[in-house]
């Protein structure tokens, strides 16, 4: 028994029925003005429901182009505005490094003047001990540039140390704050002589040992000039070393010690003056 074939259209005769319908509708619509007409109404509840869509999407990906454009050019000023602040930093701190050396160098300038009577060379502080303090330091002449051993150094005002050892082009400086380091000095006002000895305990309080004053009438009191005394066998005499900070009678009742101010800020050096002038020794024999 034969089966029944099944009926079908083919395609092409359902695209060219609903082209003939369409371009039927469209002539229609044209020829009649058919405002507010079924197609119209037809229109209505599909195509705008459509168009709306399509302008929400379109305005929905318009905008996300639009913002995406914006944050490209916000990143590269972002970029650009970097790249200017790097470089007003490293400008700026140019003019401060400038401004701290101009100002170590007229401190220099105004402790040469001070000091005139002595021969002077500057030098830079390129190396010193681990720390805080610069005790014992490095710096840029030496025996090459007529640097010698137990030559005064001097900066910021007043008394840094003195030279230790000497290499062709660098020295080594003991600054008084060392704890090997023993001056004599003497009051400024009453000529009074005593002894400053460095501490490295103490400097964390921004003192030092102020020792052996003999000051029979009391007269040494706070802020007093504490200078270097003609008494030193290496140290020039009248060198600033620092002020009286505080003072008391010791047990012996005959003098009294304290602690001192240094005049020179021992954790910041980076310039100094050498005395290339050594002191005059006497020969005891």
């Known amino acids: 028994m034969r089966r029944k074939e099944k009926f079908t259209i083919p395609g092409k005769y359902i695209l060219f029925v609903f082209t003939v319908l369409c371009v039927g509708a469209m002539s229609l619509s044209f020829l009649t003005d058919f405002d507010g007409g079924v197609l119209n109404r037809i229109s209505g509840y599909v195509l705008i429901p459509v168009q709306k869509g399509i302008n929400t999407a379109g305005g929905w990906i318009r905008s996300r182009v639009e913002n ?28 401060l490094q400038e401004r701290y050396e101009l100002e170590d160098l007229r401190e220099l300038y105004d402790l040469d003047d001070e000091y005139s009577d002595l021969n002077k060379l500057a030098a830079n502080v390129i190396g010193k001990d681990t720390g805080n303090w610069f005790n014992m330091f490095i710096i840029d002449k030496g025996a090459e540039d007529g640097i010698l051993v137990d030559m005064n150094v001097i900066a910021g005002g007043g008394l840094v140390g003195i030279v230790t ?24 006002k009453t000529s009074d002589l005593c002894y400053v000895r460095g501490d490295l305990q103490m400097m964390t309080e921004g003192t030092m040992q102020l020792n052996e004053l003999r000051d029979p009438d009391d007269e040494v009191e706070p802020g007093d000039k504490v200078v270097t005394s003609h008494t030193s066998a290496k140290f020039h005499k009248g060198i600033l070393i620092g ?5 008391a009678t010791d047990a012996n009742n005959l003098t009294r010690s304290g602690s001192l101010t240094p005049a020179v800020d021992f954790e910041h050096l980076s310039t100094v003056l050498v005395i290339t002038d050594l002191k005059q020794q006497v020969d005891t024999e």
């Open 165 to 188: 050892k000497t290499g062709p082009d660098w020295a080594q400086v003991r600054s008084i704050i060392d704890d090997m380091s023993n001056v004599s000095a003497m009051i400024l």
């Open 68 to 95: 995406l454009e914006d944050l490209n050019k916000v990143k590269d000023e972002n970029a650009m505005l970097r790249e200017q602040v790097a470089e007003l930093t490293l400008e700026n701190n140019s003019l």
């Open 243 to 247: 002020y009286v900070n505080e003072i």
